[in-house]
């Protein structure tokens, strides 16, 4: 297997896991891999899920590390360009499926890898923020 090919795979082990910890959770999963917009193929949304408790769709984007770093940030994978993708995919996605309720923006990372033989670590960072009108949020550079 190349090596694009087993980042690949370990992306769509890391999603599995972040859906995983996500029901377990209490969300509903609504899609997975959602292209908002066909056009242009770098506008996706690895997870779109319901918080039913809170009446409000989540926007979820999973990162997948090898290993914890202690020397580096959460969230350091994501940079601007990223970030405004990820920004007009959402709103893309909000528009074409006429949802006009509360949402937000959350980042999901694991940790490990498939082979690994140690615990995979979760952590669920919820309201990072990517929209203007978000009250309480986590900033990307925490």
């Not at 509360?102 to 979760?122: H, L, M, N, S, W």
């Not at 923020?129 to 309480?136: G, P, Y």
Request: glycine share 4%; charged share 40%; proline share 2%.
């Amino acid at each position: 297997m190349s090596r694009e090919n087993v980042g690949v795979a370990h992306g769509r082990w890391g999603e599995d896991v972040a859906c995983e910890v996500l029901r377990c959770e209490g969300y509903e999963i609504v899609e997975r891999n959602a292209r908002p917009c066909r056009q242009d193929r770098r506008l996706e949304i690895d997870l779109v899920v319901y918080d039913k408790p809170r009446d409000m769709m989540v926007f979820v984007e999973v990162k997948q590390h090898k290993a914890r770093s202690f020397r580096q940030r959460r969230l350091r994978s994501v940079d601007r360009h990223k970030q405004e993708l990820l920004r007009t995919a959402c709103r893309t996605w909000l528009k074409r499926n006429g949802w006009k309720g509360a949402y937000r923006f959350d980042v999901v990372e694991v940790y490990g890898t498939p082979q690994a033989r140690q615990k995979v670590e979760i952590d669920h960072i919820e309201r990072v923020r990517l929209f203007e009108n978000e009250r309480k949020f986590i900033n990307w550079a925490d």
